[in-house]
Nanobody, 118 residues
Framework: QVQLVESGGGLVQAGGSLRLSCAAS????????MGWYRQAPGKQRELVTVITSGGSTYYDNSVKGRFTISRDNAKNTVYLQMNSLKPEDTAVYYC????????????WGQGTQVTVSS
């Protein structure tokens, strides 16, 4: 019963920045964890970052120090600020929700394309 809509993707040069948004249909306070995944051409989908309802965060080592996940409960929106982008960050980025805290991401957005040129 969770609908997620991503936005903010686009084409940027290496070293540039983008901010992705994930708007949820309901209060994200009721969702145990929100995450961002990405899938590059020819590669498996991978977990990029997670934020829990309590504010704890996780980052994959490949993005640590460059990406920041944040949450605006009033707007029911999760953000992914991406700085110092690299060509290897090129992928379709997906917002996902784990509503019950079981480690199962049952709800997914449609994805937004991020392309980083060299």
């Amino acid at each position: 019963q969770v609908q997620l809509v991503e936005s903010g993707g686009g084409l940027v040069q290496a070293g540039g920045s983008l901010r992705l948004s994930c708007a949820a249909s309901g209060s994200i306070f009721s969702i145990s964890a929100m995450g961002w995944y990405r899938q590059a051409p020819g590669k498996q989908r991978e977990l990029v970052t997670v934020i829990t309802s309590g504010g704890s965060t996780y980052y994959d080592n490949s993005v640590k120090g460059r990406f920041t996940i944040s949450r605006d409960n009033a707007k029911n929106t999760v953000y992914l600020q991406m700085n110092s982008l690299k060509p290897e960050d090129t992928a379709v980025y997906y917002c996902a929700a784990d509503p019950r805290g079981l480690g199962l991401y049952d709800y997914w957005g449609q994805g937004t394309q991020v392309t980083v040129s060299s």
